[in-house]
């Protein structure tokens, strides 16, 4: 198993808040990635960065923002939660050079 | 855009017998990946494929790229009831390292 962390693991919290999805690797992986996926359902990309600022937006439309200002840390934030982004929310990085990539254990968010 | 399909979506198994998942691209792929996601968990690396034609086997589980490196497929045989969860495919978007596109995954029950 890959050495990436998210934080909170489970969320649940009311429509309007603010929220950050924290992410950290502990790789030295350049690439990562933050995946929305519904339970048993396919994943989708919605954020993706190469590198320190840099970030770039996914196939899936999303009212989230991203940051990366370290190498190792990729935290998502909602400015406003509403119940449609209620759903698991999965963090991912991989190395230069591959394409393979390591998930982390994720985060449950359910927006009342 | 590039597509990557999986039949079938869902397959529930007695346990011993045997089970196979298809991968199907729109495009020629560079490499094949395979995850697998337990019930409740994140998705886990299990295997890459890279030359055209090439199987790989872990332990019970074999691995196939075919050869026009467009379709993949995973075998089980004699199946356990460890093997629950879902299995994705998912193959690079696009040429060099980038981000990757994912099956919808083939859900695998099995029953004791």
């Known amino acids: 198993e890959a050495d990436i962390y998210q934080t909170p693991r489970y969320l649940v919290i009311g429509t309007g808040k603010k929220i950050t999805l924290e992410c950290s690797q502990t790789m030295g992986h350049d690439k990562m990635y933050w995946y929305q996926q519904d339970p048993g359902m396919e994943l989708h990309l919605i954020h993706y960065?190469?590198?320190?600022?840099?970030?770039e937006k996914g196939d899936l439309s999303s009212e989230s923002t991203v940051s990366r200002i370290r190498t190792e840390h990729f935290p998502l934030t909602l400015e406003s939660a509403r119940p449609s982004h209620t759903s698991q929310y999965l963090c991912?990085?991989?190395?230069?050079?591959?394409?393979?990539?390591?998930f982390g254990p994720g985060t449950r968010l359910t927006v009342l | 855009g590039q597509q990557v399909m999986q039949i079938p979506q869902y397959q529930h198994v007695q346990e011993g017998e045997d089970f196979t998942t298809y991968c199907n691209s729109s495009?020629?792929?560079?490499?094949i990946q395979w995850y697998k996601q337990r019930p409740g968990g994140h998705p886990v690396f299990l295997i890459q494929?890279?030359?055209?034609?090439e199987v790989k086997k872990q332990k019970r589980l074999t691995f196939q790229f075919g050869e026009a490196k467009k379709n993949s497929s995973l075998h089980i045989t004699a199946t356990q009831t460890t093997d629950v969860g879902t299995y994705f495919c998912?193959?690079?978007?696009?040429?060099?390292?980038?981000?990757?596109?994912f099956g919808k995954g083939t859900m695998l029950l099995v029953s004791p």
């Open positions: 991912a990085s991989s190395a230069w050079g591959t394409d393979t990539q390591y």
């Open positions: 960065s190469y590198g320190v600022n840099s970030t």
């Open positions: 494929l890279v030359k055209s034609g």
């Open positions: 495009t020629t792929l560079s490499n």
């Open positions: 998912a193959g690079p978007k696009n040429s060099g390292y980038s981000t990757l596109t």
